[in-house]
């Protein structure tokens, strides 16, 4: 299996527009993770999804954020309007079930100018 | 809710020398988990430590898990350079929420 796959892998876009990250699970995994990396808050749970039904959205920062999972095999992670504070590596990872280690994607560098 | 501490956050070291990363977390974890990030990489998982007493080795690296002292370790051995990477430990709140400790950026010099 390739892994937990994440695109793009660097985006670079202006304050106020729309970006969308996202993220191909490792099939048959139930579990995925969006996280948000950052120097100063290290490693943040943002939204967890199981059998793509959103379950715990507490860590979303702002409405700005938003995240779906259309199917098993597909996730995105949108952001409208885009804030230079929003500028960090976001991570997507899948687990196979719950309570099991979690298998983590290559990470989109975010950088809002 | 959970909150996972790590120290110290940043580590020196001599090749060959040996020393321990320390993982204190607050409330009852049901599983505890090493990983390792190289710089600009992703997270990739070291151990799984499923119970009380449980120790795990994988080449130099030793993590190991006492619960009732709401303690995980990492212990290296006779360091070498390929090492030098961020330690995160993690723990999960009920299960499925991970929650990671602030990572220890391990340097081994030369």
């Known amino acids: 299996d390739a892994g937990v796959i994440q695109s793009p892998r660097h985006e670079v876009t202006e304050m106020g527009q729309e970006v969308t990250l996202r993220c191909k699970p490792i099939?048959?995994?139930?579990?995925l993770f969006w996280y948000r990396q950052t120097m100063m808050r290290g490693l943040e749970l943002l939204i967890y999804?199981?059998?793509?039904?959103?379950?715990?959205d507490s860590g979303m920062p702002e409405d700005r954020f938003s995240a779906k999972m259309p199917n098993a095999s597909f996730s995105t992670l949108k952001i409208q309007p885009s804030e230079p504070r929003d500028s960090a590596v976001y991570f997507c990872?899948?687990?196979?079930?719950?309570?099991?280690?979690?298998?983590f994607g290559q990470g989109t560098r975010l950088t809002v100018v | 809710e959970l909150k996972v501490e790590q120290n110290p956050l940043f580590l020196s070291m001599q090749e060959g020398k040996n020393y321990t990363i320390y993982c204190n977390y607050s409330t009852t974890s049901d599983r505890l988990y090493w990983y390792r990030q190289d710089p600009g990489k992703s997270l990739e998982s070291l151990f799984v430590?499923?119970?009380?007493?449980a120790v795990k080795q994988e080449g130099r690296l030793m993590a190991s898990l006492d619960t009732k002292a709401r303690l995980s370790t990492l212990h290296i051995t006779a360091a070498v350079h390929d090492l030098s990477a961020t330690y995160f430990c993690a723990g999960t709140a009920g299960t499925y929420k991970y929650i990671f400790g602030t990572g220890t950026r391990l340097k081994v010099l030369a």
């Open positions: 099939s048959g995994h139930n579990s």
């Open positions: 430590l499923l119970s009380n007493g």
């Open positions: 999804f199981n059998n793509n039904v959103p379950i715990d």
């Open positions: 990872a899948s687990s196979p079930e719950l309570n099991t280690e979690a298998f």
